[in-house]
């Protein structure tokens, strides 16, 4: 270094993690919740791009998909905010048993909803290959999929993380933190996709 | 201890840097714990940004070198007309693989390469946010690298254009792979470019010196924050839309098949709402280079910061509002004609500001005439020309004529390499001593300098008005007697001036390297953090974390360096800063080296050229990347540190 150190401040005091956007792990997080929104975003554009092209949406004589599976789906995307709250709010509190005693819960969730995602693909009335507009609703049911599936991957490390003596650090907690945010933007994120996939099809024939 | 006592608990006896440990000690302790392990494996293992950074600029140099190849290959058929030297479909694959190997594997990568390099010496700290990712970038960029160019030399290189529009790279006419080899690089780029662009954004934001609020941010960071926000927004579209190409060739999906209610334009749309932006993604880091380089030879801080600053914002912003300009032979709306066209001019408006701002800047210091600003002024005009080209073919009438013709291949050369590769050579040269410890020649840099500005303007100035005569670009050889033999000829000569001039600069690298001039920390007396440490900087970066008060700290701080203390010295820890006013926040741990980011790219490779060949590889491809991800993750000790490490 040029010149010789002029001791200003220290720093030893300062905490060695932080929630929020106080965390590297936060910022990591929002960076990739970005990047895969975008592509959302820019799947959803393809979609209407598709869609412009056509007098009736779903096209004839393809039926618009089955709501049945979908909106289960959605229902229990929508109460897993239940216990995802729960844990958010037990890391913070740096509840750790708490934290251990609910995330098998989110956990379990994921298995029922891959199963209900399964239920999803068998009833979208057409196949990926049949046309464009088959091949949009796959990739948008697709795309969501990976994101259920790698969250769920994350959810059950971070489970069986913290039933070790790691799970112990506040750090860890972070992380459990924004595994939590994580699962939010997928559940909100597959709000208008559940809208575009079962319902704009009914609403353009 | 439970967590909520450890979350409260007073930091640990251990050592720390401060008045107490500071000097010879100190860097020989802080040296040990951010060194790399020794052999083939720590070599492998490294997450240090500098050896990431190094390798990235490295590797994209020797794209640089095969792509001029190709280029030099395409100019010597073309030299004269009714040529045989190459064949009109190795004519294909040569325009092809030299177009997407200077887009995707040398333009953008060596870019960020020197962001990656530069970024935590400019803000002052001892790593990136995330080094076992930026690791796995460069893994993954070398890996999209070497598939493209290995299936070259296989002869099943892509022969679609850089661009690779469908249906001609769609499954009826694209047959065999080279359409899938082109797209699946592309897959590998973007998530190597993604990954460092999350990377340098928390680094920026995070990890500033205390004192360096974003008002007295380096410009070369601001186009660096820019960029990777940039990358971050653009390169979903391109992964989206290979991706579906991809599927519609091999899985038989029907997003661009007109017949089957898919439409070929859509490609095109999320082509360019990427390719448009990357335009950016490889110019910003360029004037980021000219706004330090301006300041450090003119000897006085950039005229009107915030308006350097606003344009660049302004630029990234615009540049997403113009894709559509490559389309206009598409067919548009007359509105869609309208908006586009004015959007297009619209852009040159912040460039324009920058280029006053560093013009003004020279005009009130005392410029120093060294290769780094003569590359500068060799870029001014230079991207002018380009500039204004590409101003006369946002207007439609225009640009229907002469789309598809030289005069394009004309004004984007000017734009890329006068407003890109000109700056990224100053660069080079200026920041040669931080990454090497040696300065280059000056002598061989100057002659370097003037055999490329004016092979430059020999090779590519003809091209207009092959262009303005009717000669369309992409074609393997033309006719005679329509006036194009005299420009062509002159382009090939200029190109070759230019592959002279390029080696002339690589013998100067390397002898530099071998015998140049032993480098003080700071030679140029410039004034922004980087040269506030040796040249080239050890592992830790900085043995204090600085402070900072000014955006020309080095100019202002007088004898005496301010710092902050307090940081481990046995563990590897960052000091982490409030985001808009950069003060001291947390003390994060920053994670040692590893041998997974290798093994995750290794992993990810094989489940993506199986993938070319049957979709049932991401499936079963997934297994190894997720256990090398768990892998790379899981903590390495079984009982947790007294204070957080990342192992």
């Known amino acids: 270094m040029t010149g010789r150190p002029s001791f200003v401040e220290d720093v030893s005091k300062l905490p060695t993690h932080a929630f929020s956007y106080r965390s590297l792990t936060w910022w990591g997080i929002i960076g990739f919740m970005v990047i895969e929104g975008s592509a959302f975003v820019l799947t959803i554009a393809a979609y209407f791009f598709l869609m412009s092209h056509e007098k009736q949406w779903a096209p004839p004589p393809w039926e618009p998909p089955n709501p049945v599976a979908g909106t289960l789906f959605t229902a229990v995307m929508l109460l897993s905010e239940i216990p995802n709250s729960m844990i958010k709010k037990a890391a913070e509190a740096y509840d750790?048993?708490?934290?251990?005693?609910?995330?098998?819960?989110?956990?379990?969730?994921?298995?029922?909803?891959?199963?209900?995602?399964?239920?999803?693909?068998?009833?979208?009335?057409?196949?990926?290959?049949?046309?464009?507009?088959?091949?949009?609703?796959?990739?948008?049911?697709?795309?969501?999929?990976?994101?259920?599936?790698?969250?769920?991957?994350?959810?059950?490390?971070?489970?069986?993380?913290?039933?070790?003596?790691?799970?112990?650090?506040?750090?860890?907690?972070?992380?459990?933190?924004?595994?939590?945010?994580?699962?939010?933007?997928?559940?909100?994120?597959?709000?208008?996709?559940?809208?575009?996939?079962?319902?704009?099809?009914?609403?353009?024939? | 201890?439970?967590?909520?006592?450890?979350?409260?608990?007073?930091?640990?006896?251990?050592?720390?840097?401060?008045?107490?440990?500071?000097?010879?000690?100190?860097?020989?302790?802080?040296?040990?714990?951010?060194?790399?392990?020794?052999?083939?494996?720590?070599?492998?293992?490294?997450?240090?940004?500098?050896?990431?950074?190094?390798?990235?600029?490295?590797?994209?140099?020797?794209?640089?070198?095969?792509?001029?190849?190709?280029?030099?290959?395409?100019?010597?058929?073309?030299?004269?007309?009714?040529?045989?030297?190459?064949?009109?479909?190795?004519?294909?694959?040569?325009?092809?693989?030299?177009?997407?190997?200077?887009?995707?594997?040398?333009?953008?990568?060596?870019?960020?390469?020197?962001?990656?390099?530069?970024?935590?010496?400019?803000?002052?700290?001892?790593?990136?946010?995330?080094?076992?990712?930026?690791?796995?970038?460069?893994?993954?960029?070398?890996?999209?690298?070497?598939?493209?160019?290995?299936?070259?030399?296989?002869?099943?290189?892509?022969?679609?254009?850089?661009?690779?529009?469908p249906p001609l790279s769609g499954p009826q006419y694209g047959i065999g792979k080279?359409?899938?080899?082109?797209?699946?690089?592309?897959?590998?780029?973007?998530?190597?470019?993604?990954?460092?662009?999350?990377?340098?954004?928390?680094?920026?934001?995070?990890?500033?010196?205390?004192?360096?609020?974003l008002a007295r941010m380096p410009l070369f960071v601001w186009a660096t924050l820019v960029t990777s926000l940039m990358v971050i927004f653009s390169m979903p579209s391109v992964a989206l839309a290979s991706g579906m190409l991809l599927s519609d060739r091999l899985v038989g999906t029907q997003f661009y098949n007109p017949v089957e209610r898919g439409d070929a334009l859509l490609w095109q749309h999320l082509f360019w709402f990427f390719g448009h932006p990357e335009v950016y993604i490889i110019f910003l880091p360029a004037t980021g280079f000219i706004s330090e380089i301006v300041a450090t030879f003119a000897r006085r801080s950039v005229v009107h910061y915030p308006i350097v600053v606003l344009?660049?914002?302004?630029?990234?912003?615009?540049?997403?509002?113009?894709?559509?300009?490559?389309?206009?032979?598409?067919?548009?709306?007359?509105?869609?004609?309208?908006?586009?066209?004015?959007?297009?001019?619209?852009?040159?408006?912040?460039?324009?500001?920058?280029?006053?701002?560093?013009?003004?800047?020279?005009?009130?210091?005392?410029?120093?005439?060294?290769?780094?600003?003569?590359?500068?002024?060799?870029?001014?005009?230079?991207?002018?020309?380009?500039?204004?080209?590409?101003?006369?073919?946002a207007a439609v009438p225009l640009d229907l004529q002469l789309h598809d013709t030289y005069f394009i291949v004309a004004h984007f050369h000017y734009v890329l390499i006068g407003g890109a590769v000109f700056p990224l050579l100053g660069a080079i040269t200026y920041w040669?001593?931080?990454?090497?410890?040696?300065?280059?020649?000056?002598?061989?840099?100057?002659?370097?300098?003037?055999?490329?500005?004016?092979?430059?303007?020999?090779?590519?100035?003809?091209?207009?008005?092959?262009?303005?005569?009717?000669?369309?670009?992409?074609?393997?050889?033309?006719?005679?007697?329509?006036?194009?033999?005299?420009?062509?000829?002159?382009?090939?000569?200029?190109?070759?001036?230019?592959?002279?001039?390029?080696?002339?600069?690589?013998?100067?690298?390397v002898k530099s390297v071998l015998v140049g001039k032993k480098a003080d920390p700071n030679p140029w007396n410039a004034p922004t953090l980087e040269w506030a440490t040796a040249c080239p900087p050890p592992r830790y970066n900085f043995a204090h974390i600085p402070m900072i008060d000014s955006r020309t700290p080095l100019w202002d701080q007088g004898k005496r360096m301010p710092v902050v203390h307090g940081l481990r010295v046995e563990d590897r820890e960052l000091l982490l800063t409030s985001v808009l006013a950069a003060e001291p926040d947390v003390r994060e741990p920053s994670a040692e080296p590893s041998l997974w980011p290798f093994i995750a790219t290794l992993a990810v490779t094989v489940m993506f050229v199986c993938s070319i060949f049957s979709p049932w590889a991401v499936l079963f491809g997934a297994v190894p990347v997720t256990i090398a991800l768990i892998a790379w993750f899981w903590p390495k000790s079984p009982v947790p540190d007294p204070e957080p490490t990342i192992s």
């Open chain 2, 1 to 165: 201890m439970t967590a909520a006592e450890k979350a409260k608990a007073p930091p640990i006896d251990v050592p720390r840097d401060g008045p107490e440990l500071t000097g010879a000690e100190l860097q020989r302790r802080l040296a040990r714990t951010w060194d790399s392990p020794p052999g083939l494996i720590g070599w492998l293992s490294s997450v240090d940004h500098k050896d990431v950074g190094r390798r990235y600029i490295v590797t994209a140099l020797l794209f640089l070198a095969l792509a001029g190849a190709l280029a030099i290959v395409m100019r010597l058929q073309l030299a004269r007309p009714g040529n045989d030297m190459v064949g009109a479909a190795r004519y294909n694959e040569i325009f092809t693989m030299h177009g997407t190997t200077m887009m995707f594997l040398f333009a953008v990568p060596v870019m960020q390469g020197m962001q990656i390099y530069l970024t935590p010496l400019m803000v002052g700290t001892r790593s990136t946010a995330f080094p076992r990712l930026n690791a796995f970038s460069y893994w993954t960029y070398l890996a999209g690298g070497c598939l493209l160019w290995v299936a070259f030399i296989l002869n099943i290189g892509p022969d679609v254009g850089w661009f690779a529009y």
């Open chain 2, 178 to 213: 080279r359409a899938d080899i082109w797209a699946q690089m592309v897959t590998f780029t973007e998530i190597a470019a993604l990954a460092a662009a999350v990377s340098l954004v928390a680094t920026i934001l995070k990890q500033r010196a205390p004192g360096m609020t």
């Open chain 2, 311 to 393: 344009s660049l914002v302004a630029t990234g912003i615009l540049a997403f509002g113009l894709w559509v300009h490559h389309m206009f032979a598409t067919g548009l709306p007359r509105v869609g004609y309208s908006f586009y066209t004015a959007a297009s001019i619209a852009v040159s408006v912040p460039t324009g500001l920058q280029i006053f701002c560093w013009i003004a800047t020279l005009w009130e210091g005392r410029p120093r005439l060294e290769v780094p600003l003569l590359y500068v002024i060799g870029f001014i005009f230079t991207f002018v020309i380009g500039g204004l080209t590409g101003v006369m073919i």
């Open chain 2, 432 to 509: 040669f001593p931080k990454l090497t410890g040696r300065m280059m020649s000056e002598g061989l840099g100057k002659v370097g300098f003037w055999m490329i500005f004016l092979g430059f303007q020999l090779a590519f100035f003809p091209m207009h008005i092959a262009g303005l005569n009717g000669m369309p670009r992409r074609v393997y050889t033309y006719p005679a007697g329509m006036g194009l033999e005299l420009p062509n000829m002159l382009s090939s000569i200029g190109s070759l001036v230019v592959a002279l001039a390029v080696l002339l600069f690589v013998v100067n690298m």
């Open chain 1, 96 to 205: 750790v048993a708490a934290v251990r005693r609910l995330l098998p819960w989110i956990v379990a969730i994921g298995v029922l909803l891959f199963v209900l995602r399964g239920f999803e693909f068998n009833s979208l009335n057409v196949k990926w290959y049949d046309n464009a507009y088959g091949s949009i609703i796959w990739a948008l049911l697709l795309l969501h999929t990976t994101h259920i599936a790698t969250d769920w991957v994350d959810s059950a490390v971070l489970w069986r993380l913290m039933r070790t003596p790691h799970g112990e650090e506040p750090r860890r907690l972070v992380d459990t933190d924004e595994n939590a945010l994580y699962w939010r933007f997928v559940w909100l994120s597959w709000l208008p996709i559940y809208f575009l996939i079962y319902w704009v099809p009914r609403m353009f024939r």
